[in-house]
């Protein structure tokens, strides 16, 4: 029986080697024509460097802020986070989709055993002297081969467009592993910010408190009006009230960061650090716009999908050509157990099918126009991902550079408030200035601190924008368009 089955099995095998060297149908893939398809650089380059072939130490990208307690956040993160585990589950089921379509081109094999026991009744008329009955007993084992010949590629573009996506899948990932670190990153600017300016309040209310001391003393000697101390006075309440407020916004922000980081929220501890102990920023290599598309991982997934559409037009297109299988089995069957081991027993048969689907009313070639229509569709939303990606580029290039000039003059308007409120209060106890003036003064000097610390805030945003716009870890692993391409050949 061995013997027979290995026999049958390779002359299946055989058979389908030989016929598999048919045509495969369908287009081949290229990649869309997109806005990135240009040698030149950004436009709002600056002082970033454009060297495509240097890109030092850029695969950790969040490391280079040179900020132990980012670094910290981002490796929690990267254990935690919820969305990574789910996000890591979808690359396992896509991998497994496509193990399935796989086994589609490989011939299937199957054993069987049975036995059934069947009481038969009959009568031969009216002078067979009455009825008859007898019980069959029946006993049968096989082993089937089943193979389809992929003669026009149907399996094989199938199996290209799950591993196209399983590939999207992967990229995908990695693009929603780089947002997360950047919303980590983000998370530690805004706390950062946020505790510093709670610092800024509680020392606004100091120097209220002072300011109303002052007040107050002049009041009692008879010098100021009770005017100056109500005003004085609201001005204290304002800044205590203020503080609350930002309070507030911290707990929420810590809350957010906890979440990102797979915790309750509540339960982490106040982030120590605050945005005046973040180290400068360097100049990040960005190279050209054409690198987006093999750095960017959505842009990859995009593509990916695109590369899938394309497969599935071929699978479309097979289906308007014939199907051909190959079958066999060899078994025994015999009414006793012990006869169907016996080589008297022994039944088997060949078969090759051929289907070729002659009217459907039109639903083939409609599923052709469907899938090629699927494929235009991605090649344009592919080269809509890539436009975005470089605006996107070019949007932090120059938020960074108009950012770094607007806090060039807030410091300024930094040092000229202070002064100025150092000089009124000065002014005041003399009793030259009024009150008015001082409270004017105190108001300005504030709301340049505050707009500082903002504006530190969103230089940083701006370089994680940066960063998340050209791709992050782009050094990681290889484009998913050159692992097809390999898969092909």
Request: proline share 3%; glycine share 6%; charged share 25%.
């Amino acid at each position: 029986m061995t013997k027979k089955l290995i026999s049958i099995c390779l002359l299946i095998c055989a058979s389908g080697a030989v016929l598999v060297t048919g045509c495969m149908v369908g287009p081949k893939y290229e990649r869309p024509e997109t806005a990135a398809d240009i040698n030149d650089g950004y436009f709002n380059a600056g002082e970033h460097i454009t060297d495509v072939n240097d890109f030092g130490d850029a695969g950790l990208w969040w490391e280079r802020f040179g900020d132990p307690i980012t670094a910290e956040l981002v490796r929690q993160m990267l254990e935690s986070n919820y969305d990574l585990k789910a996000s890591a589950a979808r690359v396992l089921q896509a991998r497994a989709v496509l193990s399935q379509v796989h086994s589609g081109l490989r011939p299937e094999l199957n054993y069987a055993l049975n036995a059934d026991r069947t009481k038969f009744s009959f009568s031969f008329g009216p002078l067979s002297g009455g009825r008859f009955s007898f019980v069959n007993q029946n006993w049968s084992q096989g082993i089937s081969v089943a193979y389809i010949v992929d003669l026009w590629g149907r399996l094989k573009h199938g199996e290209q467009s799950a591993l196209a996506r399983w590939l999207a899948a992967g990229a995908n990932q990695q693009a929603l592993t780089n947002s997360m670190i950047a919303t980590v990153i983000e998370a530690r600017i805004n706390i950062a910010t946020l505790q510093k300016r709670l610092e800024i309040a509680l020392a606004n209310t100091k120097s209220r408190r002072e300011t109303l001391r002052i007040v107050e003393r002049r009041y009692n000697e008879g010098l100021v009006g009770p005017v100056d101390v109500r005003l004085a006075r609201e001005n204290l309440e304002a800044s205590l009230a203020q503080e609350p407020a930002v309070e507030l916004s911290l707990i929420k922000a810590h809350h957010a960061l906890d979440v990102v980081l797979g915790r309750r929220p509540g339960s982490s501890q106040q982030l120590s650090g605050a945005l005046d102990a973040l180290p400068d920023l360097e100049p990040v290599r960005i190279g050209l716009p054409a690198a987006l598309l093999d750095r960017r991982p959505d842009v990859r997934a995009a593509e990916l999908m695109v590369c899938a559409a394309n497969e599935d037009v071929g699978v479309s297109i097979a289906q308007l050509y014939p199907d051909l299988t190959l079958m066999a089995n060899y078994g025994t069957t015999a009414d006793r157990w012990r006869d169907i081991w016996e080589r008297f027993s022994e039944t088997w048969t060949a078969a090759l099918g051929v289907s070729q689907p002659i009217f459907a009313g039109g639903r083939l070639s409609a599923q052709v126009r469907e899938a090629k229509a699927r494929h235009s569709e991605l090649a344009a939303n592919y080269a809509n991902t890539v436009l975005m990606a470089m605006m996107e580029v070019e949007d932090a290039l120059v938020s960074e550079q108009m950012l770094q000039k607007e806090l060039e003059h807030t410091e300024l308007r930094f040092e000229q408030a202070t002064a100025a409120e150092s000089l009124s209060q000065e002014r005041y106890q003399r009793g030259v200035d009024s009150i008015l003036t001082v409270l004017e003064t105190e108001r300005r000097r504030r709301i340049a601190e505050e707009l500082l610390v903002i504006l530190k805030a969103q230089i940083w945003t701006t370089r994680v924008n940066l960063h998340l716009a050209l791709g992050g870890d782009w050094n990681e692993q290889s484009t998913g368009h050159a692992a097809v391409e390999q898969s092909d050949g």
